[in-house]
Nanobody, 113 residues
Framework: QVQFVESGGGLVQAGGSLRLSCTAS????????IGWYRQAPGKQRALVAS???????YYVDSVKGRFTISRDNAKNTVYLQMNNLKPEDTAAYYC???????WGQGAQVTVSS
């Protein structure tokens, strides 16, 4: 069983920055891809960024150039550096791997205008 724990959320003003952390525990050796997802109230959860074990990254167009996903293999941790935050980024942020149906508590990110 793999479990992800998110941290680093908070309340920031538009244009500010936050760094989210995602630490994986359990059976982590076979995880190839980890993604950051976000979900606003009443909205569907959507992928915003992902990183493969080899380092290949993906970003949705709305965050490209503002968000950076990275990893620290020794800590089983994936980060999401979010710069130039916009009110539209307000959501609960989760990390997960494709195929896993369980979700953690998430990290709340609120961006004020």
């Amino acid at each position: 069983q793999v479990q992800f724990v998110e941290s680093g959320g908070g309340l920031v003003q538009a244009g500010g920055s936050l760094r989210l952390s995602c630490t994986a525990s359990g059976s982590t050796l076979r995880i190839n891809v980890i993604g950051w997802y976000r979900q606003a109230p009443g909205k569907q959860r959507a992928l915003v960024a992902s990183i493969r074990s080899g380092g290949t990254t993906y970003y949705v167009d709305s965050v490209k150039g503002r968000f950076t996903i990275s990893r620290d293999n020794a800590k089983n941790t994936v980060y999401l550096q979010m710069n130039n935050l916009k009110p539209e980024d307000t959501a609960a942020y989760y990390c997960n791997t494709p195929g896993l149906g369980d979700w953690g508590q998430g990290a709340q990110v609120t961006v004020s205008s």
